[in-house]
Structures are given as structure tokens and as C-alpha cells.
């Protein structure tokens, strides 16, 4: 981001703007290309039947992501304040009430409570780089692999070091400022990441279980499809693509006025599908070849990955490689996690960024005790049946970021005027008026539908 103002906007940021097209859509793509594609994608693949969730999952990306992520930016672009200001701001300018700023709020809360269990998954990350460096998935047996995340998971202050130690590298890329690191970490990151995603990729072809690996994940078997897991597919998406907090909103207040919105869109979501499928590609092939379970959970990918580069010539390099990029991936989007807390605590209370950074820094870390303690000192605590980290990953996932979405949906869906929109869309064109549909209609509909039925809401209703 240069300091400059909009070119052409109708106001400008406080925060600067991006230096050009490509810093946002990197930008973007930094943050939706995450531990969400890599960790997540495949393991909730894994435990929800396979091929029916990626289906529902390719779906809601199509019908619901998309047109939230766009609804996003072209608010945040309007708007060009934090998500809280942001969502006041234009709800007033276009006739509507103040309150809509909640949503924004909303959006901040969720962001730090993500983060708070991001961080020790990326922590784990951390871990693994030096676990790669000395070696130890060399010729290793999945059970020595395994004993590996099980050591890291067992030792509560193992987990505290690298949660605190990521938190730490999170509040000072933000504390420099976005456009400092942001640009050039993800021009290497996002490509480099991608290179050894093939590497693997060959790999996952020659275990033998390739083609067992792919029919898991892409012949459709609906029978293993719950309410429940439409739901989580939903929750999925809404956190792959990082909309429904604000994040992206919070970026779109730094966007050139000329910049297509669909375009930008269309170009970050093929992008974060495509690593979310080539890494569930890569790891089940391994999982059914080893005799591993799809359904571990949480540590699928770092209990597959490592015994993958343990047995491929050249692994030390690869694994140290992978898990540094991994690492890199994770910051950039625990950046975008950060950054409506951040900027809203810099307007609200006219801190300077570095304070700020610091102190949702320290709250973040706070929270995140409650996840790097659930595998170890605090594993008998539950919350509804829940451990503390799939507690706040249920509450956020699968309802505070599908309830922010549909809210920014329906904001710009029927709140803004159309002539508004349009003229942030790049004017009346045929992406506008199918935008206007989904925003307008499916994406709420389907949201809302989803919700009510894994809650018991809608038998209820239809007294079924
Ligand atoms: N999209 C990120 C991932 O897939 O890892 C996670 C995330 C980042 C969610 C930023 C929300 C967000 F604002």
C-alpha cells in the first residue's frame, strides 16, 4: 500500500491504499490461502463422508462465496474505514440505520477469536520446520510420524511456546504496517507453496492408492450427507475464502477505485479451491495407502505429509521447505485475521497501528491458552460436549461467520441502492445483475436455511 489517496474514489483511506491490482488480489489470496486449505480441507473432507462434502463444499463456494466476497469488498471499498465504521458509514449514506455497524463488530470478534486457535495450528507448523530440519520423519514408520503431532499435542509447554512465539511474528508484521511484508512475502509464498504441492502431488500418484484417493473425494455418495455436514461444508468455505468477518472488507477499503471487483473475486476463489483440492488429492492417497484413518481429525495433515517426505529422496529439504511456506501461509492470513481489530482500535480509539497490534495481540494470545491447553492440561473441560478449540471452531465456522456473511449479503443485496453497487461492480453488466440475484436471494435463502436446519430450527418449524 502506497500512502496516496483513491485516485478517483469518493474518499479516501486512513490507511493508504494498495500499490497496485496485484498487491490486492495477493493480498487476497494471502489471506484466504491458509491453514484452511492445507489443514482444514482435508481433515473436515476426511471426517464428513469425502466426496459428498467436497460437492456441497464446491457449491457454496460457487452460490454463497462468491457473491459474499464480492459483497464484501464493495462495501469496504465504499466505505474505505475499518469493518465497524465501514458498515455505519454506508448504511447511513444509503438511508439505512447506524446499527449495521454490529456487523462490522461482529466480524471483529470473530476475527480474534479465530486467530486465537489459528495460531497454535500454525505453531505446530513452527514446530514441524525443525522436526524437518533434524530429520525426523526420515524413514520413519507412520506410528513414529504419528508419535511426533501426538509428543508436540501431549506438551502443554511446547504448544504455549509456538502459540506465543507465532503470535509474536503476527503482531509485528501488522505493527509494521501491511504493506511493509505483505506484497513481497505472498509474491513467493502463494507460487512456491504451490511447486511443492506438485512435488507432492507426484508422490501421492506413485503410493498406489491414487486413484482409491481421488474416488473418495469426487464420486458422489449423498447418503453419507447429515444436516450437520452441510452445515460444516457451509462454515468451510465461509473460512477458506475469509469472508463473512470483515477481513476482506478491510482489505477492499484499500482498493483503487478501477479495480474490477469480479474480476479480483473470481481470480482469488479459483485460486484458494484449487490448493484446497490439490492438497486433499495429495493426502488421501497417502492415508489409504499407509492404512491411516481419514477421519484423525485435526492432525490428518500432520501426520500424512511427514511420512510422505519421510520416504521421498531429497525429504529433509522438501518438509523444511514445505513447513516454512506453510508457516508463511499462515501469517499471511493470521494478517488479515488481525487487521479489523487492528484498524478498528487505531480509528475508534486513535492508538498508533504498533500499539494496537500489540494489544489484540495480547488478547488474541490469551484466548488462544484455552486451544494449546485442550490436548493436554485441559482436555477432560468441555463446552456442550465440545474441547475448547472445536468450541470456538464450531461458534465461529459454522455460525459467526455464516451470520456475518448473510448480513453483508443482504446489506448490499437490499440496502444499497443499485446504482450504488453497480457502480462499484464496474456498472450494469450481466455479473451484476447474476451478483444481485445470489446476494439478493440464494445466498441469504441458502445460509439461513442451513443454519436453521442444523440447529433443529427448521423441523421445528415444519413441525417434522
Ligand atoms: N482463509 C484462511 C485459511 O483458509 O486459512 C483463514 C482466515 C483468514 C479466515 C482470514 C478468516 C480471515 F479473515
Known sequence: MANIPASSGARSSLHGQWSSRLAFILAVTGS?????????????AGANGGSAFVLVYLGCILV???PVMMSEIL?????RRNP???????????????????????????????????????GWSLDFIIESLTGSFQGKSKEEVGAVIEGLNASWQRSMLWHSIFMGLSVFVVARGV?????????????????????????????????????????PDFSALTGQSVLIALGQAFFSLSIGMGAIMAYGAYL????????????VVLADTFIALLSAMIIFPIVFANGLNPEAGPDLVFRTLPLAFGQMPGGIVFSTLFFVLLSFAALTSAIGLMEPAVAWTVERFGLTRRAAAIMIGMVIWFVGIGTALSTNLMSEFRILGLDWFSAVDYLTSNIMLPLGGVLI????????????????????????????????????????????????????????
Not at 507426484?202 to 473425494?217: K, P
Request: zero cysteines.
Open 179 to 219: 504493506e511493509k511484508g505483505l506484497e513481497s512475502a505472498v509474491r513467493f509464498m502463494v507460487p512456491g507453496l504451490l511447486i511443492l504441492l506438485l512435488v507432492l502431488l507426484v508422490f501421492a500418484m506413485t503410493t498406489g492408492a491414487f486413484m482409491q484417493g481421488l474416488e473418495f473425494l469426487f464420486t
Open 75 to 79: 462495501i469496504g471499498r465504499r466505505g
Open 84 to 122: 465497524v465504521e465501514t458498515m455505519t458509514l454506508v448504511a447511513q449514506e444509503e438511508g439505512s440505520s447506524k446499527r449495521w455497524g454490529l456487523v462490522g463488530a461482529l466480524g471483529v470478534a470473530a476475527g480474534v477469536l479465530i486467530l486465537s486457535y489459528y495460531s497454535v495450528i500454525a
Open 256 to 267: 483503487p477505485q478501477e479495480t474490477s471487483i469480479p474480476n479480483a473475486s473470481i481470480t
Open 409 to 464: 449479503t443482504v446489506f448490499a443485496g437490499w440496502f444499497m441502492t443499485r446504482k450504488s453497487t453497480s457502480s462499484e461492480l464496474g456498472g450494469d453488466s450481466g455479473i451484476v445483475t447474476a451478483w444481485r440475484f445470489l446476494a439478493r436471494y440464494v445466498a441469504p435463502i441458502g445460509v439461513l436455511l442451513v443454519l436453521a436446519n442444523s440447529t433443529g430450527l427448521l423441523a421445528l418449524i415444519t413441525g417434522d
Open 64 to 66: 454463497v462465496g462468491l
Open 32 to 44: 484466504a490461502v491458509g491453514l484452511g486449505n492445507i489443514w482444514k480441507f482435508p481433515y473436515v
